[in-house]
T-cell receptor
Framework: GAGVSQSPSNKVTEKGKDVELRCDPI?????LYWYRQSLGQGLEFLIY????????KSGLPSDRFSAERTGGSVSTLTIQRTQQEDSAVYLC??????????????FGEGSWLTVV | GNSVTQMEGPVTLSEEAFLTINCTYT??????LFWYVQYPGEGLQLLLK?????DKGSNKGFEATYRKETTSFHLEKGSVQVSDSAVYFC?????????????FGAGTRLFVKA
């Protein structure tokens, strides 16, 4: 697509429920990233995919968080048994495999998650 | 590991004032450096970038020079406008971090008063 597309744009869920957040990267981009932005905070790296594999999962905050990517395209971030501290904006970004020009990444609009 | 440190905000300036937002980094290898901006109610977007030492990135009147000797990439603008009010994020991307992960500083919020 023309840009990074994320869904849902807003999600309110009850504590303890599972949620799935979806990201559709820019067509042809092999790298995909998930970040979390809490209110008034910076960007917290969660996970990075190159193709379908995730060489860096170091940012996932707990085993309640998981992510997958299939077909080198769409990715899903799943949060199980949500807690109130999971409330944040979850940002997806994608980029081409970086070359000499640097790895510019393009962000989606984010999925606003509120756990009540 | 790699890291990015930028000055804490918020920064409040009057219109036409000079802006500097400091950014320093720690990285192995030769990272690319970026400034991203998040305007109110919008997503993050690239403002400028530099891919090697002594390069200067520029866009919309903003500039930043990649200084390897001081590991810095400070953002400057000679005359800010109210429309520059936003959160600015310094970032680096390196091919030596287990992939091509881009990491961000904490962000600096800028308020420009008319």
């Amino acid at each position: 697509g023309a840009g990074v597309s994320q869904s849902p744009s807003n999600k309110v869920t009850e504590k303890g429920k599972d949620v799935e957040l979806r990201c559709d990267p820019i067509s042809g981009h092999t790298a995909l990233y998930w970040y979390r932005q809490s209110l008034g905070q910076g960007l917290e790296f969660l996970i990075y995919f190159q193709g379908n594999s995730a060489p860096d999962k170091s940012g996932l905050p707990s085993d309640r968080f998981s992510a997958e990517r299939t077909g080198g395209s769409v990715s899903t971030l799943t949060i199980q048994r949500t807690q109130q501290e999971d409330s944040a904006v979850y940002l997806c970004a994608s980029s081409q495999t970086p070359g000499q020009t640097g790895n510019t990444i393009y962000f989606g609009e984010g999925s606003w998650l509120t756990v009540v | 590991g790699n890291s990015v440190t930028q000055m804490e905000g918020p920064v409040t300036l009057s219109e036409e004032a000079f802006l500097t937002i400091n950014c320093t980094y720690t990285a192995t290898g030769y990272p690319s450096l970026f400034w991203y901006v998040q305007y109110p109610g919008e997503g993050l977007q690239l403002l400028l970038k530099a891919t090697k030492a002594d390069d200067k990135g520029s866009n919309k009147g903003f500039e930043a020079t990649y200084r390897k000797e001081t590991t810095s990439f400070h953002l400057e603008k000679g005359s800010v406008q109210v429309s520059d009010s936003a959160v600015y994020f310094c970032a680096l991307s390196s091919p030596y971090t287990g992939g091509f992960k881009t990491i961000f500083g904490a962000g600096t919020r800028l308020f420009v008063k008319a």
